[in-house]
């Protein structure tokens, strides 16, 4: 009697998270590549090019501005310093749009790309991970912006401490391992189940009203309301960027220790989650 063939003995080796990262990191040439492609892609016969990458934070900057800062005059601090409201809250708007595009675009990355899935050589896991990359480089090309902004917002008078610290490399690291391990997750869990991609959408949208971003999150007289902020895994990541870019200090050792958590939790789970349902993305896409 002929033994059936192997087809199942690299299964295991290939389930774990570990083996998946080592994989990535092999290919991040290809990886590389493609975020490079995406990008080119995106503003391929636009006049502005990459600057539309920062046109669109500075509208709903200008749009939180006007109806938070002005309309319904919030009070940041203990009203003894000048806090500009702006400042204050593109050091966390920022960041959360690096988040939410990733997410909804990595989430569709296997379905929007069905033609290369199919093809048995190549990696899926990477296109989730180009949708992150390139959302990171639009991150980064605002950083100089939000730098400027804080620097003429000292020259201007304002109580604005924050600059440039190493430690907001550190929080941007976490912030992409955490991204990285929920957008292969969610990307695998969208091929199978469609509703997951309008239900992200809502998901996000009640994520960022309960992040401290367009509020400092002292200012909330309710304690559970608090509590419940502090639950929402983006907050540790707005707290640091805000502690390092707008009051100029390092956030602590329990600030780092949740971001930790957040990117390992994100990551292993998301992970594990793309490994258990990756044999059957060819036949569910």
């Not at 299964?11 to 590389?32: D, M, N, Y």
């Not at 503003?43 to 600057?51: N, P």
């Not at 050091?91 to 989430?107: D, K, M, Q, V, Y």
């Not at 007289?221 to 390092?244: G, K, W």
Request: hydrophobic share 55%; with cysteine; glycine share 8%.
């Amino acid at each position: 009697m002929q033994s059936a063939p192997p087809t199942s003995q690299p299964l295991p080796a290939r389930r774990g998270v570990l083996s998946l990262t080592v994989g990535a990191w092999r290919r991040r040439e290809l990886l590389r590549v493609l975020t490079v492609r995406e990008l080119k892609a995106r503003y391929r016969g636009s006049a502005l090019g990459f600057v539309w990458s920062l046109v669109n934070p500075l509208m709903l900057l200008a749009v939180y501005t006007l109806v938070f800062g002005t309309i319904l005059a919030p009070r940041l601090g203990d009203g003894s310093s000048k806090d500009p409201y702006a400042l204050f809250l593109i050091t966390g708007l920022f960041p959360w749009i690096w988040t939410s595009t990733s997410l909804l675009e990595g989430a569709v990355s296997l379905s929007a790309n069905a033609g290369l899935i199919r093809k048995a050589v190549f990696p899926c896991e990477i296109l989730p991970l180009v949708s992150v990359g390139a959302n990171l480089v639009h991150f980064l090309l605002a950083l100089p912006v939000l730098f400027g902004a804080l620097i003429l917002g000292r020259l201007l008078g304002y109580d604005v401490l924050g600059a440039f610290s190493p430690a907001v490399l550190g929080v941007v690291a976490l912030q992409l391992v955490a991204l990285a391990g929920a957008a292969l997750g969610l990307a695998a869990a969208c091929v199978h189940f469609k509703d997951i991609r309008d239900l992200l959408a809502n998901l996000l949208q009640l994520l960022f009203f309960l992040a401290p971003v367009l509020y400092a999150i002292d200012d909330i007289p309710v304690r559970a309301v608090q509590l419940l902020i502090r639950c929402n895994p983006f907050t540790p990541f707005a707290l640091a960027y805000q502690e390092t870019l707008f009051r100029g200090d390092l956030p602590g050792v329990g600030l780092w220790l949740q971001m930790v958590t957040v990117a390992a939790v994100c990551f292993v789970l998301g992970g594990a989650l793309f490994r258990r349902l990756e044999d059957t993305l060819v036949e569910a896409v």
